[in-house]
């Protein structure tokens, strides 16, 4: 009768140590997946990142073009003489020529 219940504990520690191993397999598995989603996570965050630092290159480049060259075309508008100074201009070279051919 002894050797019986020690055969069962024996045996339901066998058992016990084979479900402890195998789930100890599993978790295992579990960490090598989730370690290989980490990777990938850190991987295309560093991607993301190495690309949005050049957008932001990028889009600094461009808002200094486009402010360039709308200070530029500004410039050029606030110089193009307008018809009122065109005619101040033709009468004072009037009034000049007259004085200086009387």
């Known amino acids: ?10 045996h339901q520690f066998t058992s016990q140590k084979a479900e402890f191993y195998r789930h100890t397999n599993r978790l295992g598995e579990h960490h090598q ?3 290989q989603t980490i990777e990938d996570a850190k991987y295309w965050v560093e991607k993301f ?5 050049n957008y932001q290159t990028d889009v600094a480049v461009l808002k200094t073009e486009t402010s360039t060259r709308l200070n530029n075309a ?6 193009r003489p307008i018809v009122g100074d065109i005619k101040k201009n033709f009468t004072r ?10």
């Open 1 to 10: 009768m002894m050797l019986r219940i020690k055969e069962d504990i024996n």
């Open 33 to 35: 997946r989730l370690d």
């Open 49 to 53: 990142t190495e690309q949005y630092k």
């Open 74 to 79: 500004f410039h050029e508008l606030g110089r």
């Open 93 to 102: 070279l009037n009034d000049m020529l007259k004085v200086k051919f009387r």
